[in-house]
């Protein structure tokens, strides 16, 4: 991450420095006119982290300079640090222990930065900011800080459920001289969720991105997962470019393009390849779930255990509970196994005839509840707004084209590696479109016979089959392969991260 902000300050003011020439100058190999052209600038630089913690960027930082400055044999100031680099950290023992534990002696200030005064703007904020949910923040520190800074950035609208690290993102920003640059490693909850479109917005409109790198994994002993994020206190440049990191390889988008991201922001630059979402853009014969059906969620009892029977009492209804008493896609009177009570309850008994399954590990289904049975909210009821071709419906979204959309658009880091689809997102999933056509009768054992775990599932002929029906029909046939590589990576990743959560 320290090189990584050293390295998009330093082209903001080289802007012809390729990534070979800036790599060759930050190992030592560059010649030494070369090196100190760069570090007469680079040690002008004021650097600044806001969450100080046990002080590893500064470290870094400092040492890196220092390393460079040998190299290079470049006179630099004794104890240039306390001029340069700035560091806050709230917790006094915290600072302390970093002090401690610090052989270079950078500016370090125990207080709370967001309430900090900055006496000179910096060129390089390097953060790992503190990811207090708003939960936890007391109502007045959360007011406070949306009085603080709404006034400055009226382009977006900031609330109490703002996590903490947002502000801590808007104050850089406001600490940041023209082309300082930021680089933060944040969670990527903001990549999909409600609260997050403030900064899609700031990073789609209002400043300059220059890198987004998926770190997926858990980092910094906190189970969450996390995006490094780098980008410039300026307006984007028309045509700007962005990498994308992931797994070690790279690819670039527009930021232009991001002002065309429908679905979820982690799932279209990190998971989905860019010839797929082109399709998902402009095949005419794929619709939204939201074009489709009326989505409504299921019964909220409030207390499960009190309305829930596992047999037929007075004045109850037979019932679907959870997705695990279903086996097969066709779900009847007959496969029932709970029984709600009506009586004493001020719940609304929901019905449809297609139950999509809200959370889910490695078994993906929606179930055809073709008796109309009430459901509990595990599902999100779907009713074709034509209330026609049911059975057609539960073929296709049950087909592994669908599987690979939960898993590309789906939200996951929920612990123990679910995914699940809020129904924002839901509507917006795009799903094949056809209706009028009918699925041959020797496939209707698919509707009818188990649905496995996803590994023995995707072997399985019968789905192999409905597959085949919807590539064809999407125009799609040759590069049926391909999804379902992709799919089955999707899969064991999360499969593996589910592993590696219950270990
Ligand atoms: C996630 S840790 C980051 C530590 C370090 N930067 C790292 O990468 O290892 C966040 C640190 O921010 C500190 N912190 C929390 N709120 C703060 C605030 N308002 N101002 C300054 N520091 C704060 C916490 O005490 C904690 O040490």
């Known amino acids: 991450m320290v090189r990584e902000a050293i390295f998009w300050r330093l082209i903001q003011d080289f802007p012809n420095v390729s990534y070979n020439q800036y790599h060759t100058f930050i190992t030592g190999l560059a010649d030494r006119r070369t090196g100190e052209s760069f570090l007469t600038v680079l040690c002008e630089y004021q650097f600044q982290d806001p969450s100080a913690g046990d002080g590893i ?108 690290y947002i502000y801590f993102l808007l104050k850089a920003l406001k600490n940041l001289n023209k082309n300082g640059v930021f680089t933060f490693i944040i969670p990527n909850s903001w990549m999909d ?68 991201l429908d679905l979820g922001w982690h799932g279209s630059l990190f998971r989905c390849p860019a010839w797929l979402l082109k399709q998902i853009r402009e095949n005419k014969a794929l619709e939204t779930i939201g074009g489709v059906f009326s989505v409504c969620s299921g019964i909220i009892t409030g207390n499960n255990r009190a309305f829930y029977h596992q047999e037929k009492i007075k004045n109850s209804l037979p019932a679907i509970r959870s997705p695990k008493e279903t086996a097969s896609i066709k779900f009847t009177r007959t496969n029932v196994q709970s029984w709600i009570g009506l009586n004493g309850g001020g719940f609304k008994v929901k019905k449809a005839p297609l139950l999509w399954t809200d959370l889910r590990g490695g078994r ?86 188990p649905i496995y775990n996803w590994r023995t599932e995707l072997e399985q002929e019968d789905r192999n089959f409905v597959d085949q029906y919807i590539f064809k029909f999407l125009g799609m046939s040759t590069k049926q392969k391909e999804c379902m590589i992709l799919l089955r990576l999707l899969m064991e990743k999360r499969e593996s991260k589910a592993r590696s959560v219950h270990d």
């Open 364 to 449: 993906h289904v929606v179930v055809w509840n073709q008796d109309n049975l009430p459901f509990e909210h595990t599902f999100y009821g779907l009713h074709p707004k034509d209330g026609r071709n049911v059975e057609t419906w539960a073929y296709i979204l049950n087909s592994s084209w669908v599987w690979l959309m939960v898993e590309l658009f789906g939200r996951r880091g929920l612990g123990g590696g679910a995914i699940r689809l809020v129904k924002n997102d839901l509507v917006k999933l795009p799903i094949p479109l056809f209706t009028n056509i009918k699925f041959p009768s020797n496939l209707s054992g698919f509707l009818e016979r």
């Open 193 to 260: 969720n409600l609260y997050g479109e403030i900064l899609r917005k700031l990073f789609r409109d209002e400043f300059q991105l220059l890198s987004i790198t998926d770190s997926g994994s858990r980092h910094f002993k906190q189970e969450v997962n996390t995006v490094i994020i780098s980008g410039v206190l300026k307006k984007p440049a028309k045509n700007n470019q962005i990498i994308v990191n992931l797994d070690q390889k790279s690819k670039s988008i527009s930021q232009e393009s991001l002002q065309s």
């Open 57 to 164: 960027f500064m470290k870094t930082l400092c040492r890196e300079i220092y390393d460079l400055c040998n190299k290079y044999d470049y006179q630099i100031k004794r104890g240039w640090e306390a001029e340069h680099v700035h560091g806050w950290e709230i917790n006094r023992e915290i600072l302390e222990a970093c002090k401690r534990n610090m052989s270079f002696s950078p500016h370090l200030v125990q207080g709370d930065y967001l309430n900090s005064e900055l006496k000179k703007p910096v060129d390089v904020i390097i953060a790992n900011p503190p990811y207090v949910r708003q939960e936890y923040l007391s109502s007045d520190y959360k007011q406070k800080l949306i009085e603080q800074f709404q006034p400055e950035f009226s382009g977006i609208k900031l609330s109490v459920r703002c996590d903490l």
